[in-house]
């Protein structure tokens, strides 16, 4: 049987050590915003947005050293984007699912992930599954933050044309209270599934590290989308693609996207939910 390498050598392959990392942040915040936001990337220094009303994220000291002086460099941040199209793709495959393309940058990707190393979680790759129930993780307090700020927004089509519709489930308090942690090596994946009836409308997933694909598909209808992850995306389902679209992230170790093979490295995707009060114990 092959030995598995520890997680943090994963996430240094990932991501680079605090040697490699040399952001200039002066020149982060010269570079002009691309007037095609949607083709070209954009640095991810313009993700980032003062928000007062933000408690401080407490960066630990073996933190990344390039978010280290981003923080030190901006004050109290939340990582939410500059604008709603500003340098980030909003993409809508089916109804209810909102896919928000590289939001996350690489220094907030592995900030989360070291966090959850020293929460003791995925410390070794033997254990590829965590479970949290009740008020989410410090690191993760944020996340959910950026969802209560934005999902409201990506679900709000009163100027599509389309008759109005409400998605309350994403104005409630707390927002999430489950969160399932999933790591996958290349040639992992997960099944066909819909999340269980005892979590709430109003799921959350975000991705880290690897590329991937995902499939959603309709059973009734027969009808499948192959959906492009990048690394940093962030998943909103809700409605008929929370209910009637199974998911999953087919097991290979390379996707074909666009006849091009993207071979896969370490994946973790954290899956934020609210338990039904129905559900609860005690
Ligand atoms: O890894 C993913 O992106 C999906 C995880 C998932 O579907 C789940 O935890 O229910
Ligand atoms: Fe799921």
């Given at each position: ?129 965590m479970m949290h129930f009740g008020p989410l993780p410090t ?17 709000d089509n009163s100027n599509s044309g389309e008759p109005h ?88 170790k390379v996707d074909q996207v666009d006849g091009i093979a ?21």
């Open positions: 049987m092959s030995q598995k390498p520890p997680t943090h050598e994963l996430f240094r392959d990932l991501f680079g050590s605090d040697e490699d990392d040399d952001v200039d942040l002066e020149q982060l915040k010269a570079t002009p915003v691309s007037s095609q936001p949607h083709d070209t990337p954009v640095h991810p220094f313009y993700r980032w947005k003062l928000l007062d009303q933000t408690p401080p994220i407490e960066f630990p000291t073996q933190c990344f050293a390039g978010a280290q002086r981003l923080w030190a460099a901006t004050g109290p941040v939340c990582p939410t984007y500059a604008t709603d199209t500003q340098g980030c793709k909003i993409i809508r495959p089916l109804p209810g699912l909102v896919i928000i393309r590289r939001l996350l940058c690489s220094h907030l990707q592995q900030y989360l992930l070291e966090r959850f190393i020293n929460l003791g979680y995925f410390s070794s790759t033997e254990t590829n599954q690191p993760l307090q944020w996340v959910a933050e950026l969802y209560a700020q934005l999902a409201p927004r990506w679900f519709k409400t998605n309350n489930c994403w104005s409630r308090q707390p927002l999430f209270d489950q969160l399932i942690g999933n790591m996958y090596l290349p040639g992992e994946g997960i099944r066909p599934h819909v999340d269980l009836a005892r979590f709430e409308d109003g799921i959350g997933i975000v991705s880290l590290g690897s590329t991937c694909t995902m499939v959603f598909a309709h059973p009734d209808r027969e009808q499948q989308h192959a959906l492009w992850l990048e690394p940093g995306d962030v998943l909103a389902m809700s409605g008929e693609a929370r209910y009637q679209w199974t998911h999953a992230i087919p097991a290979q993207r071979p896969r490295s370490l994946r973790v995707s954290l899956t934020l939910r609210r338990v039904c009060p129905w559900a609860c114990v005690g």
